[in-house]
């Protein structure tokens, strides 16, 4: 881990000292509203993709649906600002945006895309230098990697072992309770062996990982909650499935546009497990719709006052 980090520091270095150049900063300001232009341009075309007349059609017709749906959305940057702000001093406002593009970029382009952007953007932003900086992403990404694995694990025991997703069926209770054991291991080894792994205090630690938990469980019921909100003839136990459906599709890293992968597997699936087939992929392809539109109107916004400020 040093090694590595001493080869960030020499990088980081080596990019600071150009950057701060007339060729540099000019070079910069380019590639930043080429970056922008290409990420909305990217949006757009998703949104295009889906369809104009298969997104009016989709639309849920319930207000409560978007007033739940922009408060799952907004969760994770507000409870990283949170987050954060324990260990570094963070401006509200302009942390949240930074959270927020933070999340479209790992959501919406490539997984990990978000941590790159943060790292330059808290070396900008606060006094922290780039050791303190990678320390604290380092950290968090451990820390939140392990909330999200228990949680999904534990999700898909409690699936497995009382029938409810019948997708998981195939999973015996044996097998999931195994893989519930190794992940409580694996999180007791971060305790006992936090001091290789993360820099941090416990106590510290622990805050984070109690939101990053909190932050999960209240997203996932909020989903299935509001999914169940337009379409309440399908059973829970189709919610859950889908639920299920989604946890896989998000652990699997580095993949672009995970919730675009969710939606077709969701769509097809309910062609087989619900007489609802048509209002599900509605209901499943209004949140991706919602999910690209929000990002386009956010990223938009905040790309141009940056692109503005920079000129």
Not at 190 to 202: E, G, P, T, W, Y
């Amino acid at each position: 881990m040093q090694k590595i980090f001493k080869k960030i520091k020499t990088v980081a270095v080596t990019v600071r000292a150009w950057s701060g150049s007339d060729s540099g900063k000019k070079t910069l300001r380019y590639l930043r509203t080429l970056l922008t232009v290409v990420i909305i341009g990217y949006l757009l075309y998703q949104i295009y993709d889906i369809g104009v007349i298969n997104i009016l059609q989709s639309l849920p017709r319930i207000p409560a649906f978007y007033l739940i749906f922009l408060l799952i959305y907004m969760l994770l940057p507000l409870s990283e600002l949170l987050i954060y702000r324990i260990v570094l001093p963070i401006p509200a406002v302009q942390g949240f945006l930074a959270f927020l593009k933070k999340k479209i970029l790992n959501t919406d382009v490539i997984g990990y895309s978000g941590e790159a952007f943060l790292f330059v953007w808290l070396r900008e932003n606060t006094a922290a230098d780039s050791k303190k900086v990678f320390e604290v992403l380092k950290d968090n990404t451990i820390i939140s990697s392990v909330a999200s694995t228990f949680t999904a694990i534990a999700l898909m025991t409690v699936f497995a072992g009382t029938g409810t997703v019948d997708f998981l069926d195939f999973i015996s209770p044996t097998v999931a309770f195994l893989l519930l054991g190794i992940l409580i291991i694996l999180l007791l080894s971060l305790i006992f062996f936090r001091k290789k792994l993360i820099s941090m205090q416990l106590g510290t630690a622990c805050k984070i990982y109690g939101i990053h938990q909190i932050r999960l469980v209240i997203v996932y019921g909020l989903e299935v909650f509001n999914w169940s909100l337009v379409v309440p003839e399908v059973p829970w136990s189709v919610w859950f499935t889908f639920l299920a459906l989604k946890i896989i599709a998000t652990r699997i890293p580095f993949l672009p546009s995970q919730d675009v992968l969710f939606v077709a597997v969701g769509m097809e699936f309910s062609k087989h497990i619900t007489s609802s087939a048509a209002a599900v992929s509605g209901v499943l392809l209004a949140g991706n719709v919602l999910s690209k539109l929000i990002s386009l109107v956010f990223f938009g916004v905040t790309g141009v006052a940056g692109l503005k400020k920079k000129v």
